[in-house]
């Protein structure tokens, strides 16, 4: 079965520094899609950032970027200049399409704050 | 656009009463997904449609639990009886086929006392 892991329960940064979040995941597979979905206090889940495990480049949106590692299986989230809009749960998220389930398996999240 | 709809947004009941939580997906979305966030177990899924057919039960905790889709526009989540260990938010999400963004809903946070 498929884990997910997200080392960090909680981070703090400063409006405008950078902060980096990890994330590592098992699985015995070698298509999938890894995704970071930020959830404010709306409970609202958004999708920030995806990447397809068959892409060696990583992906990049506006300020949010990912370190893809495979072989390593990490797959970390960058967010430059930080906004007070940040501050939310972010959610790293594994999805295979194998076996017919295309169910999305999510650690267990990591507590952003952004401080002013 | 008016994205996947959930109602209701709160529900609060007693022990033992039956609770039925609603979801309308985006329109064209062929799958349809259930999960439960607890602080405890986090964001699992519990079921999972695609053409209204439950394709992957195996997250639904027990036979309390049941689901059903019976078009492409409305599925429902039932627990009978609930139970104060089924209190959580229960989100909804669709995406359409061939595509691996999956679209949320609001969620219901349900609580049983």
């Known amino acids: 079965a498929q884990t997910v892991t997200q080392s960090q329960p909680e981070m703090s940064v400063q409006e405008a520094e950078t902060v980096t979040l990890s994330c590592t995941y098992d699985?015995?597979?070698?298509?999938?899609?890894l995704f970071w979905y930020k959830q404010p206090p709306s409970r609202q889940m958004i999708l920030v950032i995806r990447?397809?495990?068959?892409?060696?480049q990583n992906a990049t949106e506006n300020r949010f970027s990912v370190n893809f590692q495979k072989a390593a299986k990490s797959f970390s989230l960058k967010i430059s200049d930080s906004q007070l809009g940040d501050t939310a749960m972010y959610f790293c998220?594994?999805?295979?399409?194998?076996?017919?389930?295309?169910?999305?398996?999510f650690g267990k999240g990591t507590k952003l704050t952004v401080n002013p | 656009d008016a994205g996947v709809i959930q109602s209701p947004r709160h529900e609060v009941t007693e022990m033992g009463q039956e609770v039925t939580l609603r979801c309308k997906p985006i329109?064209?979305?062929?799958?349809l997904f259930w999960y439960r966030q607890t602080m405890m177990r986090g964001l699992e899924l519990l079921i999972y449609?695609?053409?209204?057919?439950?394709?992957?039960d195996s997250g639904m905790p027990e036979d309390r639990f049941s689901a059903k889709m019976p078009n492409a526009s409305f599925s429902t989540l039932k627990i009978q009886p609930s139970e104060p260990r089924d209190s959580a938010v229960y989100f909804c999400?669709?995406?359409?086929?061939?595509?691996?963004?999956?679209?949320f809903g609001p969620g219901t946070r349900l609580t049983v006392l």
């Open positions: 699985t015995s597979e070698n298509n999938y899609y």
């Open positions: 999400a669709s995406k359409p086929v061939g595509y691996n963004e999956q679209f």
């Open positions: 990447q397809e495990a068959y892409k060696q």
């Open positions: 449609f695609n053409n209204n057919v439950p394709i992957d």
């Open positions: 998220a594994f999805m295979t399409t194998q076996g017919g389930s295309e169910k999305l398996v």
């Open positions: 329109s064209g979305h062929n799958s």
